[in-house]
């Protein structure tokens, strides 16, 4: 134990020495002199005695064949002071995105004001009001067309004419709803003859009950006698073809006043289709078959006023607060025909 505490200081002793000639300092000794640094190591290492290799022989063959390594001196470095690390400057934060402004909302697109709705075909329009009394002076004649019972006797359809035709039908009726042509035509001759009285005019009825029997030619001579500035004749239509709708006018072929007929068949045509919704697009046709118009020298009308053969127009024609309105658009037309006229 002796001996390696021995070994150990000698080794300290050499590491101080060789440090000191590295560094090229002298050693200081105890009384303060300098000594010169020794040229090489081994001038400062006492040589060993002969006990002292003895000694070191007998403690290598005591330690059961294993050989005493000699600890390595540490070296003494010295310390070179790790320089601080440069704190990394604090990244600059980068500047908040701008929010992208709030897309100003579209304005709501202008609801396109609702298209007026046409009144529903059949629907009862409103009375037109006529103050006054447009119609003072004037004669006008009614013929509500056919009557209870048809007469099958026959007449000139036009006078000297040796063509024979029947006096008078019963007309058609109404397929769905049973209503006779004769009873309509009545009905709105007579809600036509109230107004036009309150107008101002004279009127001048074929008949104002159904149980009647007058002919054809018959009618015609009373508006001839009666010197009517208009004669209307009432009738209702039928067909075959049940799908066949809408109103029309007859004007006669061959008549003094010719020209007045055609003026007042499309006035009246016009405010007839324009207060009731029912169609009129068949227009004005010529005829010259017509009994009620060959005898007759004033100026002369007939309006078909619908289809009873269908099955709307039917219901229509059938409905009494519906023939009033039937009874106010011809009303209006001839109102518009004198209108014209002055």
Do not use: W, Y
């Given at each position: 134990m002796?001996?390696?505490?021995?070994?150990?200081?000698?080794?300290?002793?050499?590491?101080?020495?060789?440090?000191?000639?590295?560094?090229?300092?002298?050693?200081?000794?105890?009384?303060?002199e300098t000594t010169p640094a020794p040229a090489t190591l081994t001038a400062y290492i006492p040589a060993p005695t002969p006990a002292m290799r003895a000694a070191a022989t007998a403690s290598a063959r005591g330690s059961a064949g294993i050989g005493a390594t000699a600890p390595a001196a540490a070296s003494i470095a010295a310390a070179t002071p790790t320089p601080a690390i440069?704190?990394?400057?604090?990244?600059?934060?980068?500047?908040?995105?701008?929010?992208?402004?709030?897309?100003?909302?579209?304005?709501?697109?202008?609801?396109?004001?609702?298209?007026?709705?046409?009144?529903a075909t059949g629907a009862t329009p409103q009375a037109v009001s006529i103050t006054g009394r447009p119609l003072s002076g004037t004669v006008i004649g009614l013929d509500p067309g056919h009557q209870l019972k048809s007469n099958s006797e026959t007449e000139p359809v036009a006078p000297g004419s040796s063509e024979m035709k029947k006096k008078v039908s019963s007309g058609t009726y109404g397929r769905f709803t049973g209503t006779?042509?004769?009873?309509?035509?009545?009905?709105?001759?007579?809600h036509l003859r109230?107004?036009?009285k309150d107008a101002g005019a004279t009127v001048i009825m074929t008949r104002e009950t159904a149980g009647v029997n007058i002919s054809n030619a018959e009618r015609a001579i009373l508006f001839n006698d009666k010197l009517v500035d208009l004669g209307v004749r009432l009738?209702?239509?039928?067909?075959?073809?049940?799908?066949?709708?809408?109103?029309?006018?007859?004007?006669?072929?061959?008549?003094?006043?010719?020209?007045?007929c055609k003026l007042a068949a499309g006035l009246i045509l016009e405010s007839y289709g324009a207060h009731t919704g029912i169609g009129i697009e068949k227009g004005i046709t010529v005829r010259g078959d017509q009994t009620g118009f060959n005898w007759c020298e004033r100026p002369i009308v007939n309006i078909e006023m619908g289809h009873m053969t269908n099955e709307s127009e039917d219901y229509k024609l059938s409905d009494k607060a519906f023939q009033r309105a039937m009874a106010e658009g011809i009303y209006q037309g001839i109102v518009r025909y004198f209108e014209a006229k002055r």
């Open positions: 002796g001996r390696k505490i021995f070994i150990i200081v000698c080794l300290a002793i050499a590491v101080v020495v060789v440090a000191a000639m590295a560094l090229g300092d002298p050693i200081t000794n105890r009384a303060g440069t704190a990394t400057p604090a990244i600059t934060a980068t500047p908040a995105i701008t929010a992208t402004p709030a897309i100003t909302e579209t304005p709501a697109i202008t609801e396109t004001p609702a298209v007026t709705q046409t009144p006779k042509e004769h009873e309509v035509n009545l009905n709105v001759g007579l109230d107004m036009l009738h209702c239509n039928g067909s075959a073809d049940a799908s066949v709708t809408g109103a029309f006018m007859l004007i006669p072929k061959s008549n003094p006043r010719l020209s007045d």
